[in-house]
């Protein structure tokens, strides 16, 4: 295992399928090289996928286990499989949180959230599932107001 993270954005969206996809945890002491293809894209929109997450949904792309590769911390890597589950199970960063890519329980899929890529991809979401199970309060966000940073500090005194 020799390759090297490349920390220069090689990986971006082109006609041409880029060599690899690099991710990492939030502390970086966790990194993964991805090779391609992407397969699929989705939002889940199920419980359990709210609650690994802490948000609204899982974003969450599909490839075969031979496609992923730690390159560094995967001792730090800590796995969860929830005992109700056919498949779902979670992995994360042990230092840090963050949702790091999983093998489903019984097969080759590896789920990889998509937050832990750093490049560009050449995949979008297709489609919401577990729709049904979506959180009450659950705002498509393209119907809020857009600030790009943090909003002005304060907002403007009530009449
Ligand atoms: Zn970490
Ligand atoms: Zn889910």
């Not at 295992?1 to 990986?11: A, P, V, Y």
């Amino acid at each position: 295992m020799s390759s090297k993270i490349n920390q220069d954005n090689t990986t971006s969206i082109t006609d041409n399928e880029p060599q690899a996809f690099d991710g990492s945890c939030l502390c970086g002491q966790v990194s993964l090289r991805i090779t391609p293809p992407l397969k699929l894209m989705q939002y889940c929109h199920c419980a359990r996928c709210r609650k690994v997450t802490g948000s609204a949904h899982a974003s969450n792309i599909y490839i075969d286990k031979s496609q992923l590769q730690w390159v560094s911390g995967e001792a730090l890597v800590k796995r969860f499989e929830h005992p109700d589950a056919k498949y779902y199970a979670a992995a994360f960063c042990s230092n840090c949180g963050s949702s790091l890519p999983w093998q489903v329980k019984q097969g080759d899929t590896v789920v990889v959230p998509a937050g832990c890529l750093d490049g560009k991809l050449n995949i979008e979401p297709k489609q919401n599932i577990y729709w049904d199970s979506r959180a009450c309060w659950f705002k498509d966000s393209g119907e809020l107001p857009k600030f790009a940073e943090l909003p002005p500090r304060k907002p403007k005194p009530a009449e």
